[in-house]
Nanobody, 116 residues
């Protein structure tokens, strides 16, 4: 079964940093695009970052461009999201995601709260 286990969330002050990790299992990790999404209360889930299987190309939402970096380690079957210069509007539950055989799979999510 496809599984994602996110970690690294927490409470951080504006301007701070966090690194999220997503450990994947149950599929051929190195063959799939991986994504990070986030969802804040009252808002739609939004795509934050995406990375191709080889890790050589990435894309970011405009709201996080220049502050967040997605990366992956295929040997460890793990995708990361380095989050720098955090803002209160980054507060959300962050989810690891992949589309496998036309179905979206999600982790449980990890809470990121940016507040002073």
């Amino acid at each position: 079964q496809v599984q994602f286990v996110e970690s690294g969330g927490g409470l951080v002050q504006p301007g701070g940093s966090l690194r999220l990790s997503c450990a994947a299992s149950g599929f051929t990790f190195s063959s799939y695009i991986m994504n990070w999404y986030r969802q804040a209360p009252g808002k739609e889930r939004e795509l934050v970052a995406t990375i191709i299987p080889a890790g050589s190309s990435t894309k970011y939402a405009d709201s996080v461009k220049g502050r967040f970096t997605i990366s992956r380690d295929n040997a460890k079957r793990t995708v990361y999201l380095q989050m720098n210069s955090l803002k209160p509007e980054d507060t959300a539950v962050y989810y690891c995601n992949a589309r496998i055989d036309s179905r979206h799979y999600w982790g449980q999510g990890t809470q990121v709260t940016v507040s002073s």
